[in-house]
């Protein structure tokens, strides 16, 4: 009875990783946000995205929760000044990664309606143009990280 269950198990076991392997998808590492002093109405999200499809796909829409508006946006520089606008569509080749981060591509969260809080964490929905859709986990860091990234440049 007891090496049954085992063998039960183990064959559970290879399933999933059999599903988990034959099914590439669209994988997202790393969401990460600042934390917001009271008041503080607009942020940044950051968010390592994976697509191991063997298509491209475009990112066709960004909600969450926390904020009215959620945008993709690119940094340029204009006469020595950096400067950011909004990408109304993006595209992620397949197998190839899209890194958001400070100084680049970043996820913009406009009209906070709350402060982040250190610890805690929300989620951002992306939806894609093959209507895969994802749920992304965002951490709020302490801001005191951001200091350290900047003074390490
Ligand atoms: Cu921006």
Known sequence: MKTFKYLLLFLINLTLIQTSTLKAKIVFHGGYVFETFKGQKVSAAYVSLFNQ??????IKKIETDICDRA???ETFMENDIMKMRK?????VKKKSEL??????THIMLMGLNKELIPGSSFKIYFEFDND???EVEIKVL?????????DSK
């Open 71 to 73: 945008e993709i946006h």
């Open 99 to 104: 890194y958001f981060q400070p100084g680049g």
């Open 142 to 150: 302490d801001k005191k990280l951001r200091e350290n990234l900047l």
């Open 132 to 134: 895969q859709t994802a």
């Open 87 to 91: 990408v109304s569509s993006i595209k």
């Open 53 to 58: 499809l063997e298509q491209d796909v475009v």
